[in-house]
C-alpha cells in the first residue's frame, strides 16, 4: 500500500472519529444527580451517630458506646444521659446509680419499650417503674409537629403511650385521655424526659430541620452544661441476612453448580425401570444362543454337520479302523464301540431333513451321545 493510499485512509479514521464526538455530543448531555449511599462504618451499626456529630458541631461534647457500663464511665452531675433502647434491659445496680444521679441534677432521655415487649415493664425494679411511669397498652396515635417554616410532620405514630403515676409534668404531650407520648418532669434537683418512641433521633430522619429542632428541645435543661451520653444497642443484622445480601456472590454460582450437578445425576423423569441384567459370558449359553439363532433363519444343516464332523474327527482319532470303514461295516463298528445298535448309528449319521425340527434335534443328541461313548476303553 503506497503512502497516498495510507494518507487517504488516516483522514477517513480521523473523519469518522469527529463523526462520533459531534454525533455523541448532540445525543448526550451531561446531567448531575445525586444520590444518597448506604451508611459505611460506624454509621451503619450506630443510630445515634449522626446526633453525636451534630452535638459535636454545635459544641456540645457527645460520646456514643452500647452499653452503659457505668463502672468505667462516671456521669457528671449536670451530664446528660439518652439511653434509646429499651430500658427494661438495665440491672437493678444500674436503676439505683442512674435515679440517685437525676436526683442530684442529671438530665435522664428515655423512651417507652416498644408495644412487641410486653415484659412487664411498670414493676417497681425496672427503670420506668422507679419513675413512676406506668405503660398503656393499645394503639399509638400519631401526634402532629407543626413549626413555622417547616413542613408539618407525625411524630410518635408506633410508639407506647403511658401515664404518670404521681409526678406532675413540666411538659406533656398526647392524646385528650391522658395517654402521653412525651413527658418532662423533675425528679430532684435533675429532670426526666420520657418519650413513646425516638425515630426521630435515627441517623436518617435526623437530618430534617424538624427532627433536629425536636431533639434540640428534648436535651434543653442541661444543654451546653456538661457532656451527652448516647446509649444505643448496636443495630447489627444477622448473619444470615449478611449472607443473603452480600455474599450472594459467592453463594450464587455455588447453588448453580450444585443444581447443575444434580441434574447431571437424575435419572430420566417416569416410572421406575428395573436394572439391567448384568452381562454373562457363559460359553454354553453362547452356544445355546448361536444354534438357536441358526435354526431360527433356516440353516439347521449347518448345525448337524459341525456335530456331526466333530463325532467323526474323534472317531478318527479314537478308533480309525472304524473311520476307514463304509456301509453297513462301518454302522456295526461304530455300534459296537459306542454300545448302541447299527439302526441308531445308521439313523444318527443320516441328515435329516431341513424342516424337521425333531428329527434334528434327535439326531443332534444322539451324535453327541455317540462322541461322549467314544471316550469309553474298547471292549
Known amino acids: 500500500m503506497g503512502w497516498p493510499a495510507r494518507i487517504g485512509l488516516g483522514l477517513l479514521a480521523a473523519l469518522a472519529l469527529a ?73 437493678p445496680a444500674e436503676i439505683e446509680t442512674v435515679v440517685g444521679w437525676v436526683d442530684g ?48 410532620h407525625t411524630e410518635f405514630c408506633g410508639g407506647r403511650r403511658f401515664e404518670l403515676d404521681a409526678a406532675e409534668p413540666w411538659l406533656a404531650w398526647g392524646d385528650p385521655d391522658g395517654h402521653l407520648a412525651y413527658a418532662r418532669f423533675a425528679v430532684g434537683e435533675g429532670w426526666v424526659d420520657v418519650l413513646a418512641d425516638m425515630d426521630f433521633l435515627a441517623n436518617g430522619a435526623l437530618r430534617e430541620g424538624p427532627h433536629w429542632m425536636l431533639a434540640r428541645q428534648v436535651l434543653v435543661p442541661n444543654w451546653g452544661e456538661g457532656a451527652v451520653h448516647l446509649i444505643y444497642a448496636a443495630s447489627v443484622p444477622p448473619l444470615w441476612y449478611l449472607l443473603l445480601t452480600r455474599g450472594w456472590m459467592a453463594w450464587g454460582p455455588l447453588l448453580l453448580a450444585l443444581a447443575a450437578w444434580l441434574w447431571m445425576r437424575t435419572q430420566r423423569l417416569g416410572p421406575l425401570r428395573p436394572s439391567p441384567p448384568a452381562a454373562r459370558r457363559a460359553l454354553l449359553e453362547h452356544v445355546r444362543a448361536s444354534g438357536e439363532h441358526l435354526v431360527r433363519y433356516g440353516r439347521a444343516p449347518l448345525l448337524y454337520e459341525a456335530v456331526r464332523e466333530a463325532f467323526l474327527a474323534r472317531l478318527r482319532r479314537r478308533d480309525p479302523l472304524a473311520a476307514s470303514l463304509e456301509g453297513e461295516a462301518r454302522d456295526e463298528a461304530i455300534a459296537a464301540r459306542t454300545g448302541l445298535s447299527p439302526r441308531e448309528v445308521r439313523q444318527a449319521l443320516l441328515a435329516p431333513r431341513p424342516d424337521d425340527a425333531k428329527a434334528l434335534r434327535q439326531r443332534i443328541a444322539r451324535l453327541i451321545q455317540m462322541r461322549s461313548n467314544l471316550t469309553r476303553p474298547r471292549p
Open 19 to 91: 463523526l462520533g464526538v459531534a454525533w455523541f455530543l448532540h445525543t448526550h448531555e451531561r446531567v448531575d444527580e445525586e444520590r444518597t449511599l448506604p451508611p459505611r462504618g460506624e454509621a451503619a451499626y450506630n443510630p445515634l451517630y449522626a446526633l453525636r456529630q451534630a452535638l459535636h458541631e454545635a459544641g456540645v461534647p457527645a460520646q456514643s458506646r452500647q452499653r452503659l457500663r457505668l463502672d468505667t464511665i462516671a456521669l457528671g452531675p449536670r451530664d446528660t444521659l439518652l439511653v434509646y433502647g429499651d430500658p427494661g434491659a438495665m440491672t
Open 105 to 152: 441534677g442529671g438530665h435522664l432521655v428515655v423512651r417507652t419499650p416498644p408495644p412487641r415487649l410486653r415484659d412487664g415493664a411498670t414493676r417497681p425494679r425496672t427503670l420506668l417503674g422507679a419513675l413512676g411511669v406506668r405503660l398503656i397498652d393499645g394503639p399509638g396515635v400519631c401526634e402532629h409537629l407543626r413549626i413555622e417554616g417547616q413542613p408539618p
